[in-house]
């Protein structure tokens, strides 16, 4: 079974710019969730969506959004881009959003802001 | 509102050595617990998890980690580590109440650097 995809897998941009990043969940999962993960520290929580609805956010600016299709895939959505934006973006699905469900992580998109 | 310590950054050893990897949380409510695993260039993956029951719990690969209530901790180890091993540690803590928050919080992450 296919895990966690994410697309793409590097991504440059430049300061002002916007960007969007795409996942696709473990075949079943309806749970979706985005972390942020800086060199050097644990990943930090932005979205989670759990049928198309947003469940949880984040402590990030309005810059950052999200959504979930019908099929659960998911996009990140990044506006007016920082340089403290340069991150690794971890997308993460589950079953459900009961908090014994481990997340299952994708490879990530790594952000470079120049 | 929960957190999660690793108190060491990076910790080196050698091949077939013993290690400890050390987790401390604080919570208000009872948790649950996780280890996860990312080698260089990948995502996060589950190392082993403690819901309820036994206070050892232990993963297929020869890790194991301990849950102690008292000292709020949830130390992860292994007896004999090989060069494969060599990745970064991350312990997770979540909400375990019915209704109360479904979304871990991360420690800062352990990197693990076995030598030959």
């Known amino acids: 079974d296919a895990g966690v995809t994410q697309s793409p897998t590097h991504l440059i941009k430049t300061r002002g710019q916007q960007v969007t990043l795409r996942c696709s969940p473990i075949?079943?999962?309806?749970?979706v969730s985005w972390y942020q993960q800086v060199l050097g520290q644990g990943p930090q929580f932005i979205f989670q969506?759990?049928?198309?609805?947003?469940?949880g956010r984040g402590n990030f600016p309005d810059r950052f959004s999200a959504r979930q299709f019908p099929n659960y895939s998911s996009e990140l959505n990044v506006n007016a881009l920082l340089l403290g934006d340069s991150a690794l973006y971890l997308c993460a699905s589950s079953p459900g959003t009961h908090s014994n469900q481990p997340q299952h992580f994708g490879d990530g998109t790594r952000l470079s802001i120049l | 509102a929960q957190s999660v310590t690793q108190l060491d950054s990076q910790v080196p050893v050698f091949e077939e050595a013993p290690v400890e990897l050390r987790c401390n949380y604080s919570s208000s409510v009872s948790v649950y617990l996780f280890w996860y695993v990312q080698y260089p260039n990948q995502g996060l993956q589950l190392l082993l998890k403690?819901?309820?029951?036994?206070?050892l719990v232990e993963s297929i690969n020869g890790f194991e980690a301990e849950f102690n209530k008292s000292q709020t901790s949830f130390h992860l180890r292994k007896p004999s580590v090989h060069i494969s091993d060599t990745a970064e540690y991350f312990c997770a803590v979540s909400d375990s109440r019915t209704g109360g928050s479904y979304i871990p919080t991360f420690g800062r992450g352990t990197s693990l650097i076995v030598h030959p």
């Open positions: 403690y819901l309820s029951g036994s206070t």
């Open positions: 969506y759990y049928e198309k609805e947003e469940r």
């Open positions: 075949s079943g999962h309806k749970s």
